[in-house]
């Protein structure tokens, strides 16, 4: 089953561009890289050369007795079967962090064979390159790859409602014949997720209980990656923080507390394995400021947090919340004090926007969800997951620093109230575009 990814064009452009270096694809496990790259590969290329170097480790001898390109891909097109051309192959190097060797040659590659199509990818990417001294930097091209959107998940189940909304051009009330349906959807992805063999699962076998056994297995191929991947003294300690999370995300106020994790833990026991669990993707991790200024990573206080799963659907899963509360309404978005709206809405912004996303507070009196920084502008972004989108918080955060846009998710129709965007929350991928036409209208 195929599930079209929007980054398949900036691998398209990559492709076409003049001074092409090698990329890395980052993301965590599975996401959906791999298939990604072989139909981008299958699609684009005439042939693709793909090589892992989890399943095959004596790929590592060829990179580690020569830096020499022409070499390494004379020695690897007799592994391929078949010469590796210039032009017409895609050249796959799957969990490319296992072989440093081979993510140092990167380098070689663009000073030396720059004709070749280079693309390293792996789920612990991040780790590898935090930690590796002599990576060329200026010499790759990154991009990363989320779990599959909302908006790449309804042109998957309907794509009439997909295309509809694809074609909206002003900001005025969607009609409640394609509200309902969307929001229906929505419902169906707080429950699925956005991971692709989660949501193959479902759309083959429509059956929740194997939805629910896919996604233990993906929560449970992490926390087996936890053993094979940290340190022995840290992985009882990234098993507590990642189980911590739904309980962090319960509260009415949803920073981080190590006691959360376990009685009398401290910051400075378990920073390792908030840092490991953040490099390898799998949770987000929100900052707050201490005000909303240029720049704004100027004002972020690393003593204050929250901490988000990669995917709703996990979270949801990880927290043991029943798929049977499909079935109510609306109780799916506010439940757990609407954690996983909250989730689902920072995973997206996350992808949307490739940037760092930020939280507000005033003392104990007001708090706003989000804060992102965008082109010239710093916007506050307060997630409403019932129909009540009253917000005192706002209003305080209006009255002090007079935001010339304000964003609101909610159940509610679209609309703009002088400078409140009200924005339904299965529109959270098209924020940039709404942004944007509003601009170009101001401009």
């Known amino acids: 089953m195929n599930i079209e990814r929007d980054l398949y064009q900036e691998l398209v452009s990559w492709k076409s561009k003049k001074n092409r270096k090698p990329l890395l694809l980052q993301g965590a496990r599975q996401v959906g890289k791999t298939w990604l790259l072989k139909h981008f590969g299958r699609k684009?290329?005439?042939?693709?050369a793909y090589f892992n170097f989890d399943e095959k480790t004596e790929l590592k001898q060829l990179f580690e007795i020569t830096k020499d390109p022409v070499r390494i891909l004379s020695n690897l097109s007799l592994v391929h079967g078949r010469p590796i051309s210039a032009n017409n192959t895609l050249i796959i190097f799957d969990e490319i962090q296992e072989c440093n060797d081979a993510l140092?040659?990167?380098?070689?590659?663009?000073?030396?064979?720059?004709?070749?199509?280079?693309?390293?990818?792996?789920?612990?990417?991040?780790?590898?390159?935090?930690?590796?001294?002599?990576?060329?930097v200026g010499q790759v091209e990154f991009?990363?790859?989320?779990?599959?959107?909302?908006?790449?998940?309804?042109?998957?189940?309907?794509?009439?409602?997909?295309?509809?909304?694809?074609?909206?051009?002003?900001?005025?009330?969607?009609?409640?014949?394609?509200?309902?349906?969307?929001?229906?959807?929505?419902?169906?992805?707080?429950?699925?997720?956005?991971?692709?063999?989660?949501?193959?699962?479902?759309?083959?076998?429509?059956?929740?209980h194997e939805l629910e056994q896919t996604q233990r297995n993906i929560l449970k191929a992490y926390e087996l990656d936890f053993s094979k991947h940290i340190n022995n003294p840290d992985i009882p300690k990234t098993k507590y923080v990642w189980a911590s999370i739904p309980s962090q995300l319960s509260r009415e106020n949803k920073k981080f507390l190590?006691?959360?994790?376990?009685?009398?833990?401290?910051?400075?026991?378990?920073?390792?394995?908030?840092?490991?669990?953040?490099?390898?993707?799998?949770?987000?991790?929100?900052?707050?400021?201490?005000?909303?200024?240029?720049?704004?990573?100027?004002?972020?206080?690393?003593?204050?947090?929250?901490?988000?799963?990669?995917?709703?659907?996990?979270?949801r899963q990880l927290a043991d919340l029943q798929a049977n509360i499909i079935n109510n309404e609306n109780a799916l978005f506010t439940e757990?004090?609407?954690?996983?709206?909250?989730?689902?809405?920072?995973?997206?912004?996350?992808?949307?926007?490739?940037?760092?996303?930020?939280?507000?507070?005033?003392?104990?009196?007001?708090?706003?969800d989000f804060i992102i920084q965008y082109e010239n502008q710093i916007i506050p972004i307060?997630?409403?997951?019932?129909?009540?989108?009253?917000?005192?918080?706002?209003?305080?955060?209006?009255?002090?620093y007079k935001p010339n846009i304000k964003i609101r998710y909610s159940l509610k129709n679209l609309s703009i109230n002088d400078n409140l965007i009200n924005i339904p929350l299965f529109m959270v991928d098209y924020t940039k575009t709404i942004l944007n036409s509003i601009n170009e209208k101001l401009n």
């Open 143 to 208: 991009l990363t790859l989320y779990p599959v959107s909302f908006k790449e998940f309804l042109a998957k189940v309907d794509i009439n409602l997909h295309n509809y909304l694809l074609q909206l051009n002003e900001i005025s009330p969607i009609p409640d014949i394609f509200f309902n349906q969307l929001k229906d959807k929505l419902r169906q992805y707080f429950i699925i997720g956005g991971m692709p063999e989660a949501i193959k699962t479902m759309l083959e076998s429509n059956s929740i």
């Open 258 to 315: 190590y006691q959360t994790v376990k009685k009398g833990a401290r910051a400075r026991e378990y920073e390792n394995a908030l840092l490991w669990l953040k490099q390898s993707g799998l949770i987000h991790i929100v900052n707050r400021i201490s005000k909303p200024a240029f720049p704004i990573s100027a004002y972020s206080d690393l003593s204050a947090f929250k901490a988000y799963l990669l995917d709703v659907g996990l979270l």
């Open 382 to 400: 307060e997630v409403k997951a019932a129909e009540n989108i009253k917000s005192k918080s706002l209003l305080a955060y209006t009255n002090k």
């Open 104 to 136: 140092n040659s990167l380098k070689y590659f663009k000073e030396n064979a720059s004709e070749y199509a280079v693309i390293g990818s792996g789920s612990f990417l991040g780790l590898s390159l935090s930690g590796n001294k002599s990576f060329p």
């Open 336 to 368: 757990f004090k609407g954690a996983l709206t909250e989730n689902y809405i920072l995973q997206s912004l996350v992808a949307l926007f490739q940037t760092n996303q930020y939280y507000w507070t005033s003392g104990n009196k007001a708090e706003i």
């Open 44 to 48: 684009e290329f005439d042939d693709v």
